[in-house]
């Protein structure tokens, strides 16, 4: 039998749906059962906290990027010798790429997994509305919702009120009722939370602790779980892993935390041997080829450019064609230069101009099909990803794009994929399980670059 299943949703963003998600996991786990974490979307940032309490990499779950096969697989393959798994929606449970259809919508994944759905109120100033939002979301198409969970409640008069209004204009169960607390907040800036990767020990400790103790005491964890049920059966993959042939270095500290873990997996599975290093800190290891995530740069620009041996190793690997893929973050340190908070950080300059950091919030998903041969497309291949970034570039050189945009907004005008040598920087957040090609493409340009030496 596969992995029983709750997903928690909401009626909007800010209702506190990761705080709560996590301190599930946490209070989950501290039960002693092995909890696998999902995030429904394309969000890198809240997974790092489910991870960090479970023990487990999050893994995310897109309608839109991902048919319903890629969904039950990754579902299928994650859950192997876990105990219950918690899907964290996005969003309302209705948002996704338009009002027209389901598409990229936490709606769509448990329909797609036939999940129960357990809903989070944000109760702050109103009573009787509660039970109006959750019949609201009931009628509107017939979700599976199995329970609410009532969050900043004021009072225990409030919580009463409350539960008796959702208990007379529903057949909704309220199994949980969290008080407006400081313990359920968690730091927050420009792309969203701060990373859990980013804080120091002691603090995502005491954070995830306060979560957790808080879950405990105000939610009823039996009835939780006993509302979790597998979804529609689908077999794990069985795949051969290909022996290593290549080596590819990942950046990997507080600077670059963006990636998809399934996109690590695939790196691995079609042969490639991982070595992480640290932008701000380390020289560049005996490698293939890069893969430069995103990430916070801007944050970090100070430590990355004090790192002047290892910008400077990149830029003469580039030089020679080792390839190297940067994506968002990525990009803006392939840069010539970062321009952050009035003050101006020398970068790799792999690639010519100057992310301006601060400005033009872009956010959304985006149809991309490749105008020439890089190092991760074949010229006319098509697929789908997401951009969201608060950056635009300047001091463009005749710069060469390997990319088209058929939705989104890229670097410039529907153009992405900034090429160079055998580099390529884009704004684009690529999820390679829909898309392995990507990945084969990446490893084959460094078997050529390992052969060539």
Known sequence: MQTPCVLLSADRSG????????????????MGMEVQGFKAGL???????????????????DGYVMTQKDIKTIYANATKNADIAVIEGVRGLYEGLDIDSDTGSTYQIAKTLNTPI????????????AAAILKGIQDFKKPDIQAAILNKVGSQK???????????????????????????????RHLGLIPASEMNHQQIKKKTQGLRETIKQTIDLQKL????????????????????????????DKAFTFYYQDNLELLKQHGAEIKTFKPTQDTLPKVDGLYIGGGYPEIHAKQLQDNQKLRQQIKEESQKGMPIYG?????LYLLDQIKYQDKTYSMTGALNGTAIVGENRVVGYTELQATKNNPILKKGQKIKAHEFHHSHITNLQNPQYTIKL??????KNQKDGLTKNNTIGT?????????????KNLLNKCREYKNQK
């Open 15 to 30: 209702a506190g749906k990761t705080t709560i998600a996590t301190g599930l996991m946490a209070a989950l786990t501290e």
């Open 43 to 61: 969000d890198y940032i809240d997974p790092t906290y489910h991870e960090y309490v479970t023990g487990r990499p999050s893994r995310n779950l």
């Open 118 to 129: 357990i809903m989070i109120i944000d109760a702050r100033s109103i009573t009787k509305t």
């Open 158 to 188: 409030h919580q009463e009120k409350l539960e008796k209004a959702i208990h007379r204009h529903t057949d909704i169960q309220v199994i949980g009722a969290i008080p407006r607390t400081s313990e359920m907040e968690i730091p927050y």
């Open 225 to 252: 779980t006993e509302i979790a049920r597998p979804p529609k059966k689908t077999p794990p993959t069985k795949t051969t892993p290909r022996k290593p042939d290549v080596t590819i270095g990942v950046a990997l």
């Open 327 to 331: 994506e968002c973050g990525g990009l």
């Open 406 to 411: 058929h939705r989104g907004t890229g670097i």
């Open 427 to 439: 704004y684009q957040h690529i999820h390679q399980q829909p898309y392995p090609q990507t990945t």
